[in-house]
């Protein structure tokens, strides 16, 4: 079967213990995993560093005072995230969102089990990663893309399948004929849904690749030295950048943080999903190259994405759940 299993348990900020760790003592390490993947795409789990000092909260029992001291300080240290700040402060009217569920509810056309957001979020298909040759996609990407692909199909077309924009993108997706055809999809077939997630899956794989390949390899070790873990730099940094690629072109983007981290030195660089909303905002105000092209509305995407995925899931479970 396609579809990926739900969540066995809920996510809610308000499971939180005292010390600011969730209550996972009782999952299986697949469970631990995808919670992780789940509150880093929504930007809950804000620091790898407190993260760690809860665990050694529960290994050290002997020390209870001291490390209760270190986790109140740690919390203290986490900065406010700007993106996720820009994220929330998003408002989507009510008709734009009652919209997007009579469509994003709907049965899928040869899939019926599924609505329209259960098969994009969990139809998709990524290149598998090869952990030997570092190719593919790797799963915390993929899972990560699950859970915020529904928002960029209601950013784009409020899942309605009739849509055709004016310069003859069609498709939930919206896709242009060129990429359409480049990425194996069938002339006619534009309107399928099914047909759209396969083209998509492609897609996104493919951006994934030309990001790690285009960008100069001292230049994504500089970024990736800005995260705690391998998970924490692809999620907040390469899967935000993916969803941009979308809209402005992966080699723009490939520009966008090439420049980027031309001139800024590793000390002024900002961390987790900022690191992203910095990259962003150095193209906005650039005029050089591809860049000159990157305007509001490529500046706003991403956080629009997500803020339409985060949408999706607190009112009704639409992105995401099987």
């Known amino acids: 079967m396609i579809a990926r299993e739900a969540s066995p348990f809920p996510i809610k900020p308000s499971h939180q213990t005292e010390s600011g760790g969730f209550p996972d003592q009782d999952l299986n390490p697949e469970q631990r995993h995808h919670l992780r993947v789940v509150l880093l795409s929504l ?100 899972d990560t893309l699950r859970d915020i692909l529904p928002g960029l199909c209601a950013q784009e077309t409020r899942f309605d399948a009739s849509r055709e924009s004016e310069v003859g993108a069609k498709g939930i997706f919206q896709f242009m004929r060129e990429t359409w055809l480049q990425y194996g999809g069938v002339l006619g077939q534009e309107r399928s849904l099914k047909a759209q997630v396969e083209v998509a899956g492609r897609f996104f794989s493919d951006i994934y690749r030309q990001l790690m390949v285009r960008i100069d390899e001292s230049k994504i070790e500089r970024l990736r030295s800005k995260f705690a873990t391998e998970e924490d730099f692809l999620v907040t940094l390469i899967v935000p950048l993916m969803i941009n690629s979308y809209h402005s072109g992966t080699g723009r983007m490939v520009e966008a943080v090439e420049s980027y981290v031309d001139v800024t030195s590793n000390e ?40 339409f995925a985060e949408k999706l899931k607190k009112d009704n479970g639409a992105a995401g759940q099987g």
């Open 43 to 142: 930007g809950i789990l804000l620091s790898p560093s407190s993260e760690n000092v809860t665990s050694d909260t529960q290994t050290e029992a002997s020390e209870p005072v001291e490390q209760t001291t270190q986790v109140q300080e740690v919390s203290k240290e986490i900065p406010v995230s700007r993106f996720l700040k820009e994220v929330g402060e998003i408002k989507i009217s009510d008709y734009d969102l009652n919209f997007t569920n009579t469509y994003a509810t709907r049965p899928v056309v040869g899939a019926e089990e599924y609505t329209r957001a259960e098969y994009v979020s969990q139809a998709i298909q990524f290149t598998d990663w090869d952990e030997g040759t570092k190719s593919g996609v790797p799963p915390v990407v993929q």
């Open 268 to 307: 002024e660089m900002s961390e987790g999903h900022d690191l992203y909303l910095a990259i962003a905002d150095f193209a906005h105000v650039s005029d050089e190259g591809y860049l000159e092209d990157y305007r509001d509305a490529s500046r706003a995407y991403t956080s629009g994405v997500y803020a």
